[in-house]
């Protein structure tokens, strides 16, 4: 079945750093999306992207869309406490969303 | 509030037992789903309908998993017979046709069999 490998699988960082993360896969999908889950909660959408090569930024985050169809990257500037959480990474086919297995952000003030 | 909404948040039940879960989704989208997700894990796809049609079902959904969804609206999942193996967090999600990745989740039920 299709698998994502997201990295890395946890960050460290001091408060006002930048961040980036990444997922790649063996199959190509029509969208990658990005998700911020925290503990006993849902994922919630942070960004969704729908053509190889896009870029898109909502906020301080900023994604693209792998030319190959086959990854993505989130960027997360000048971080803030409360970007703490697990962010994973999505590929989109017809119905079903495959997730990556997360990467937990841990932000000290 | 009107997103996506999940009953109950937590379930604590003795292997065997039957178990139900509830989810609304939000009241103009017309595609639900439902995902699993263990500890460590992303969520995985369980099954989902289109209006109240199920149109597709994971392989992880054996035959003690059921889903409905009769109206249209809500939907619930029910597990028969539960086993240990079933403890994890149960996700609904929702979307437009027409947006279908663009999906919206609830809070999960968290089962745990014990």
């Known amino acids: 079945g299709q698998q994502l490998n997201q990295s890395p699988q946890s960050m460290f960082i001091q408060e006002g750093e930048d961040v980036s993360m990444n997922c790649t896969s063996s199959?190509?999908?029509?969208?990658w999306l990005w998700y911020k889950q925290d503990p006993g909660e849902g994922p919630v959408l942070l960004i969704a992207l729908y053509k190889a090569g896009e870029l898109t930024s909502n906020g301080r985050l900023t994604a693209q869309f792998g030319i190959t169809r086959k990854d993505s990257f989130l960027n997360i500037s000048a971080s803030i406490p409360s970007d703490v959480g697990i962010y994973f990474c999505?590929?989109?086919?017809?119905?079903?969303?495959?997730f990556g297995k997360g990467t937990l952000l841990t932000v000290n003030p | 509030d009107t997103g996506v909404s999940q009953d109950p948040r937590h379930k604590i039940t003795k292997r065997g037992q039957n178990v139900t879960f509830r989810c609304d989704p939000i009241s103009e989208h017309n595609r639900l789903y439902w995902y699993r997700q263990t500890l460590g894990q992303g969520p995985e796809f369980l099954t989902y309908f289109q209006n109240e049609a199920q149109l597709e079902k994971s392989r992880l959904l054996s035959d003690r998993f059921s889903a409905e969804r009769p109206k249209g609206s809500f939907s619930t999942l029910e597990i028969q017979r539960t086993e240990q193996g079933d403890s994890a967090m149960y996700l609904c999600?929702?979307?437009?046709?027409?947006?279908?990745?663009?999906?919206?989740f609830g809070p999960g039920t968290r089962l745990t069999v014990l």
């Open positions: 999505s590929g989109g086919s017809n119905y079903k969303l495959t």
């Open positions: 999600a929702s979307s437009f046709e027409t947006t279908y990745n663009e999906q919206f």
């Open positions: 199959s190509i999908f029509n969208t």
